[in-house]
């Protein structure tokens, strides 16, 4: 029966993908190394492990959507889900394999993980990997065999920040994405058609500046 263990070794932006992406370099090791694997249904969720950095001042002001003021941290600061992961590892023989795992990210700002990525300045992003699955492999005898990943397989990997913007700026250069409600934007483009005002950033520095104005 295979002897699985997993390790994240390094982390790179995939280039010209249909969605942003970052690929993980997982290494599996096979302690049985007289088996051969014939194929690994892997499952993994990633978790931000958000209590094992420190935070400068500027990324505390930027989480205060997230977890409050960072009086409150102790109760509020708690591990993130950031997203699950499926995948087919190929075949193997020996002691292990190096695979890459593809992570398709997103720039929503409605979504809990971007709001903490786009908060960084600097330094690591702090993960979790969560492991499970099926793996398919046989011995000497040829024959094919079955056998669960233990749910305690877990590898940790600090992920640069530098790596996260990277791949933002690659896919959505000097871009940010903002959902609304349909009636929010149904207001928004008629106040943009009546003034005719040609872009959205423009419709939206007027309106601030009203706002400026107002309270000043």
Known sequence: MPDLSFAIDSAKVVPFAATPMLAFQLSIRNAAADERIHTIALRCQIQIEVTRRQYASQEQERLLDLFGTPDRWSQTLRTLLWTHVQMVVPGFEGPGNVVD??????????????????????????????????????????????????????????????????????????????????????QLNQYKMQHGIPTWEQALERMLAAEEAVRS
């Open 101 to 186: 795992m593809q992570v398709p990210c997103t720039a929503d700002f409605n979504v809990a993980a971007t709001k903490y990525f786009d908060a960084l300045e600097s330094g690591e992003i702090p993960l979790q990997f969560l492991f499970s699955g099926t793996s398919f492999y046989s011995r000497d005898d040829g024959q094919l065999q079955v056998a669960p990943i233990s749910w305690e397989q877990e590898a940790r990997f600090r992920l640069s920040a530098a790596t996260w913007r990277e791949m933002i700026d690659n896919y959505y250069p000097n871009s940010v994405f903002i959902n609304l409600r349909r009636d929010v934007f149904d």
